[in-house]
């Protein structure tokens, strides 16, 4: 016979733990390197194109993703801008 005024006794089973899903994150810059952004938009526009939305050096002469790749890695402004451009080329 359980006692009503025991505290530690309880009529209710256990909860079961519950298992953690991880669902894919909804950033779309989440897990992207610079250097896949880069390559991406490349692929996706080519460096003339580039060039005419994001109107650095590093796309307009002798465009290449590693040179691309120091410029954005040192110039803040460049990067959100490229950044920006990715965002709306994988949310469209």
Known sequence: MVDPEDKTA??????????????????PMHGVTLAMI?????????????????PI?????DPSVQSS??????????RAKVEALYRDLVTT
């Open 10 to 27: 309880s009529a209710e089973a256990p909860a079961a733990p519950s298992t953690v899903t991880r669902s894919p994150s909804a950033d």
């Open 57 to 61: 050096r590093c796309f307009q002469f």
């Open 38 to 54: 880069v390559e991406r938009l490349h692929e996706a526009y080519g460096w003339d194109e580039l060039a005419r939305m994001v």
């Open 69 to 78: 790749l120091k410029f954005l890695r040192r110039t803040p402004w460049a």
